[in-house]
Each structure stands twice: as C-alpha cells, then as structure tokens.
C-alpha cells in the first residue's frame, strides 16, 4: 500500500531523506563546532535560570535550536518539491520567478513554510511580484491565477481569499484582483491533489516514512519516533484537524 495516492513512494522517500540528511549533517556540524563557536555568556546563564536547568540540558537543548533553524527553511522547500511532483504540476526550483505552475488549470503559486515567513511591507513587494507575472500581456502566465500559500496559518482555519496587504508607501491596500490569492497549507494541497484531507495524509504518513529510512537507509533499526500522539497534537492546533 503507498503511502499517499497522489504521490509515488520512491519520490516520498527520496524528498523526506532530503531534508533528514541536511538535518543529520547540521547536528553533527553543531556537534563539532559547539566550543569553537563564540557562544554569548550573558544569555547563556539567564536562558539557564529562566528554563531552571543544568548545563548539559541547556547544551543539548541549545544544539536542538540551532539544527531547528535549518530544517525549518528546508521543510518549505519540501511542501514545494512535494506538490511540485504531482501530476500535472511542475516545481520551478530556487530561484526561480515563482515556486510551482500548473499550465493545464493556469495556476502559479509562491510557498511559504509558516504566515510569518514573509511580513509588514514585504508582503504588497510579493503581491506586486505576482500580479506582475498574472497582469501584463506580455508575460507567459497571462490571466493564470497566483497563490500565496502559507502553509502553516496564523490560525488554525481554511481560507481562499483574494491577497490584499497593506501597501506602506501608498497607504492603501493592493487592489483586489481575483486572481491574485493568499491560501492555507490544508487548501493548498486539496486543490493541487483533489484529496480533501492531502495535508492530513501527508502528516500521519511522515513518521512511518522516516521511520523506514533510518531502518533501511541509516542501518539504524532501532529507531521510533516515540510519543507520536503528543506530536500529532502540534499538527491539531496549527489546522484544527
């Protein structure tokens, strides 16, 4: 049985790995370097006293952070290189003018991991970016509808909207333009795959696709991912599933 219906399983696992590798190489790179790097000794102590524990704890949890912060920008591109890989969409990789198209239904869209990846007047420079690539005449994607996707929301509800921040140096807010839209991660994935619950399948099937790759791929067949309920909560909270 797959894993997901919308995606092959050697490309699930190859995409998963990705990101395990560059977070397995950054733990081991913290590792090494951990003395060699300048730690602040004044925020130290008061991270210390303020979390009530020893040093060891406060090391360990220190390195988790730093690992933290690469997987975090990591995990974006995986949502791209995942719906990029399902049929009839195409991930246009790093750098290019836009994350994903689908010419077969005229959809462009820009992914973001989390509602805070890009704030305050950052927001009316993406809109101006997208509707240069949906308005002029001139451009390949002509009429094409754009989306901003958040993958993780500020709130834990569905949303479709027209994308209208505010725009600072005018002091209006971008125009409204059907076609340019702003969409949660749960709606994203059902209108890329047709599958309502996309999102939700994708989650429950991570931890048995890691899982398998340390299993498999590290050697290590010891590894589990304990208390798996009491992450699940996380995913519960950010989409109200």
């Not at 995986?78 to 969409?89: T, Y």
């Amino acid at each position: 049985m797959s894993y997901l219906e919308y995606l092959e399983d050697d490309v699930l696992i190859s995409l998963v790995k990705d990101v395990l590798d560059v977070g397995r190489h950054k733990k081991e790179q913290v590792i090494r370097d951990f003395q060699k790097n300048v730690i602040d000794p004044f925020a130290s102590i008061f991270d210390a006293a303020v979390s009530n524990v020893d040093h060891d704890t406060w090391r360990d949890s220190e390195m988790v952070r730093q690992c933290q912060k690469t997987l975090t920008n990591h995990i974006g591109n995986l949502h791209q290189k995942i719906l990029g890989n399902v049929s009839g969409w195409q991930d246009l990789g790093v750098g290019g003018v836009v994350d994903l198209v689908c010419h077969d239904r005229k959809i462009i869209a820009e992914i973001k991991n989390k509602h805070n990846t890009v704030t305050g007047g950052k927001l009316a420079d993406q809109y101006q970016s997208l509707e240069r690539l949906v308005t002029p005449k001139a451009s390949q994607y002509k009429d094409f509808t754009a989306y901003f996707v958040n993958v993780i929301p500020k709130k834990p509800e569905r949303f479709n909207i027209t994308f209208e921040p505010s725009d600072k140096d005018k002091g209006i807010k971008c125009s409204k333009n059907e076609h340019i839209r702003i969409i949660d991660g749960a709606s994203f994935y059902t209108l890329v795959t047709g599958r309502e619950s996309a999102l939700t399948e994708l989650y429950e099937a991570l931890p048995e696709v890691i899982e398998h790759i340390f299993h498999e791929i590290y050697g290590d067949k010891k590894f589990s991912i304990s208390d798996k309920e009491l992450f699940r909560k996380y995913f519960e909270d950010a989409y109200g599933e």
